[in-house]
């Protein structure tokens, strides 16, 4: 038995809904233990109408407007605050929260720790890929400002998850440039190769924008700035093309046919890109697993985000990145 | 009565297809003569078919793989060196070219030289938008190390270029960064952050990658090495869901009949993101307009390319970005 705790009071959807993707869970995972972390109206009667639920009452909620490190600072009793809390002294292996990733992050860092010897944690992503491979993006906005340092265990971090999660054997790790040739760069990513080239012998070079939905690697590693526009690029681009398809099928009685016709597949696809299959983003380099859902979550978004952390606490991906660094 | 050269040699098409978008903008636009850059076998006997046409006769080729600043250096006689040249000493009013943005960029700096003061010029392009309007990106990769008072200047000439060319009266001008807050954002950014608040009237704030495609901002600044990974995030996005709603267009009887439906408007959506409507890229800061056109081109690519650099004359980008950098 392993017991993951959830924020309940995380994402842009009600506790009932993280309550019911909890509960989706626990029937999948007969292993699974849940700590449900958020204010008592909500999660009381949920842990004691399931048996394998434990609640973990709060009384603060940390909003989604709410500034990152103020509020973890001010919000002592929050579900995100107290549930990495609950995960440092053993009451629970992982957390999963749909709420702010920068606050998230900022508790997970302080309170949860990080794995002796890692500079910093990063925020990473599996992102789908044209080829049907997909591709872990890090970091994607924690740390603005990078050492060529910070890259390299960026690079360990993406390539002992690539082994571990992704089912990759020999993983290959790129570095997000301006363009491949290994003269491309600012002054600062010219740095970051170097030093990957010196330490990582999983890197292979430098890769492009266009790369990153390519499914051609299956790590790029970049500053948390970097990586940051990159993926809220991707998101953008991805709501222009919808919302221009939707225009485009109601232009005329042909293509609203059309549509209609097509409107499963086309919504499957929007979803590869909303965060819901995979759970959205994964802290890399603290001492349990962290997993942050994406905002606009659903009840299938809650559910695997758990299971997701509870794979990652049976694969001991914790233990498998600091064995990676030692070496 | 102006000159346009236009590189019969550019491009990933053959040197017939931009003669037929040359013979198209000249049928289109009485007031144009173009001066066409290429080798003797393509331009002498176009130019020898259409009256307000001239030849450029050049024996060399840039390829698209070349490495932009030594094939300049080495192939004087390329269709891209000397078509920047022919604009140098006013054998033409502006140059177009789908070929190598990296040799176009090299030739044109190089060749047409700056405006006075400008420090770098700098790649930049119009995008779609959500809301209908559209927002001019830069840079998009000139300059991969930017000092703040360069992205000052790309802020002033993307200004100017919005009231000249997008008919906003007021452009508003934002800075892309990891978040929309003015405290976000790398050492770097926060830089530029003060920067443009003290010099430019028309600096609204930060904006974030899922803006570049919104239609919220005129002009989106950010330094090239940025700007190329957004951009090209970007392209493969797009790629990314083209492909998948093919192979999801490809999956039943009942997708199939409806993407058949909904096959023109799909594709005229891919189309908005391919660079053929507006042609393309432009370089700001230069004496004269040289255009850029996307690679994988078409007739109506070089057609429009041509036309906007002759718009680009007729309106006085030039003297409008001179004007605006003297106040």
């Given at each position: 038995m392993i017991t993951i705790c959830v924020d309940a009071m995380g994402g842009d959807e009600s506790p009932e809904l993280v309550c019911e993707g909890i509960a989706a869970a626990l029937d999948a995972d007969p292993e699974l233990c849940v700590l449900v972390a958020g204010n008592a109206e909500y999660v009381e009667p949920f842990c004691a109408a399931h048996?394998?639920?434990?609640?973990?009452?709060?009384?603060?909620?940390?909003?989604?407007?709410?500034?990152?490190?103020?509020?973890?600072?001010?919000?002592?009793?929050?579900?995100?605050?107290?549930?990495?809390?609950?995960?440092?002294?053993?009451?629970?292996?992982?957390?999963?929260?749909?709420?702010?990733?920068?606050?998230?992050?900022?508790?997970?860092?302080?309170?949860?720790?990080?794995?002796?010897?890692?500079?910093?944690?990063?925020?990473?992503?599996?992102?789908?890929?044209?080829?049907?491979?997909?591709?872990?993006?890090?970091?994607?906005?924690?740390?603005?400002?990078?050492?060529?340092e910070m890259i390299v265990q960026f690079a360990q971090m993406g390539a002992a998850y690539a082994r571990t999660f992704m089912g990759v054997a020999e993983p290959r790790v790129a570095l997000l440039s301006n363009g491949t040739e290994e003269t491309k760069g600012s002054e600062q990513v010219l740095a970051f190769h170097a030093a990957l080239a010196e330490a990582v012998p999983e890197f292979v070079g430098n890769c492009e924008g266009v790369d990153i939905l390519a499914g051609t690697y299956d790590v790029i590693v970049c500053d948390g700035f970097t990586g940051n526009v990159a993926l809220k690029s991707l998101e953008g681009t991805a709501k222009f093309l919808v919302s221009r398809i939707k225009a485009a099928?109601?232009?005329?009685?042909?293509?609203?046919?059309?549509?209609?016709?097509?409107?499963?597949?086309?919504?499957?696809?929007?979803?590869?890109?909303?965060?819901?299959?995979?759970?959205?983003?994964?802290?890399?380099?603290?001492?349990?697993?962290?997993?942050?859902?994406?905002?606009?979550?659903?009840?299938?978004?809650?559910?695997?985000?758990?299971?997701?952390?509870a794979a990652a606490v049976r694969g001991d991906l914790t233990g498998r990145i600091a064995e990676t660094l030692a070496k």
């Open positions: 048996s394998r639920a434990k609640a973990l009452v709060t009384t603060e909620v940390i909003e989604m407007g709410d500034h990152p490190a103020e509020a973890v600072r001010s919000k002592r009793d929050s579900s995100i605050v107290r549930g990495c809390a609950a995960v440092r002294v053993g009451e629970a292996d992982g957390f999963f929260s749909a709420g702010s990733t920068g606050a998230i992050f900022a508790a997970a860092a302080t309170n949860v720790g990080k794995i002796r010897g890692i500079k910093r944690p990063a925020i990473a992503s599996t992102l789908p890929g044209m080829s049907g491979r997909e591709t872990l993006l890090l970091d994607l906005g924690a740390n603005a400002d990078c050492r060529p099928a109601n232009a005329s009685l042909k293509t609203k046919i059309g549509a209609g016709l097509m409107v499963g597949a086309l919504r499957s696809i929007a979803g590869e890109l909303s965060g819901d299959v995979k759970g959205g983003a994964v802290l890399l380099g603290l001492k349990a697993p962290v997993f942050i859902g994406h905002g606009s979550t659903s009840v299938d978004a809650i559910k695997n985000g758990t299971l997701a952390v």
